[in-house]
T-cell receptor, first 111, second 110 residues
C-alpha cells in the first residue's frame, strides 16, 4: 500500500524557472493538501482541496498554483521560482479531515 | 479555526511520562482535537484524536477537560525514539483545512 507518493524527492531550480510537484494517493481520500515547511518551523498550508474539482487557498498561496486532476492526484506548480520558495514541501490526504496521511516530502532549493 | 498554544520544547528522560498541554480557548462546539508527531525529514504522523473526556490508544492518551479549552497529550514511558515535534490541531472533522502551529519539540535523553 503506497499511501501518499510525492515526486520528485529532491529538486534544484534556478530563479525564474518553473516546475510542478506531483502528489498521488491511493486511499480514495476526498481531501488533499499542500504544505511547506521551512527549517525549524511548523507546517504552513499552501492550498487544499476538499474534494475533486475544488481547491482553496491556505495560509501562504502566493507564488503557487494547484490542480486537482482527479480524486487521486493533486499537483503544485511554481510558475516562476524564487529563493524564498526554498523549502520542504509535503502533500497530505485525508478522508474527512480526521487522520491525515503525509508523503515523504520534496526538498526544493531555488538558487 | 481555533488558535492553539503549546510549549515550544520539553525535555524528558527515558521511561518517564511526558505530558504536553495545548491551550485552545476559542474552541467551537463542532471542533475536534488532533495530535500529530513529526520526526526529522519526515511528514507528520497522526497520533490521536478526541472530542471530550479521555481517549487512549496504543501510543498515547488524550485528556480533555469538560470546558474543552485545553487538552493534554500523555506519552507513557517515553523512549529515545519518541524524540520528535508534536503538533496540536483543533477544528471540525469535516473541515477542509488542517492548520499546524509551531509544535512542541520533545527531546528524550538516556
Amino acid at each position: 500500500n503506497a499511501g501518499v507518493t510525492q515526486t520528485p524527492k529532491f529538486q534544484v531550480l534556478k530563479t525564474g524557472q518553473s516546475m510542478t510537484l506531483q502528489c498521488a494517493q491511493d486511499m480514495n481520500h476526498n481531501s488533499m493538501y499542500w504544505y511547506r515547511q521551512d527549517p525549524g518551523m511548523g507546517l504552513r498550508l499552501i492550498y487544499y482541496s476538499a474534494s475533486e474539482g475544488t481547491t482553496d487557498k491556505g495560509e501562504v498561496p502566493n507564488g503557487y498554483n494547484v490542480s486537482r486532476l482527479n480524486k487521486r492526484e493533486f499537483s503544485l506548480r511554481l510558475e516562476s521560482a524564487a529563493p524564498s520558495q526554498t523549502s520542504v514541501y509535503f502533500c497530505a490526504s485525508s478522508l474527512t479531515g480526521r487522520e491525515a496521511f503525509f508523503g515523504q516530502g520534496t526538498r526544493l532549493t531555488v538558487v | 479555526l481555533a488558535k492553539t498554544t503549546q510549549p515550544i520544547s520539553m525535555d524528558s528522560y527515558e521511561g518517564q511520562e511526558v505530558n504536553i498541554t495545548c491551550s485552545h480557548n476559542n474552541i467551537a462546539t463542532n471542533d475536534y482535537i488532533t495530535w500529530y508527531q513529526q520526526f526529522p525529514s519526515q511528514g507528520p504522523r497522526f497520533i490521536i484524536q478526541g472530542y471530550k473526556t479521555k481517549v487512549t490508544n496504543e501510543v498515547a492518551s488524550l485528556f480533555i477537560p469538560a470546558d474543552r479549552k485545553s487538552s493534554t497529550l500523555s506519552l507513557p514511558r517515553v523512549s529515545l525514539s519518541d524524540t520528535a515535534v508534536y503538533y496540536c490541531l483543533v477544528g471540525e472533522v469535516s473541515w477542509g483545512k488542517l492548520q499546524f502551529g509551531a509544535g512542541t519539540q520533545v527531546v528524550v535523553t538516556p
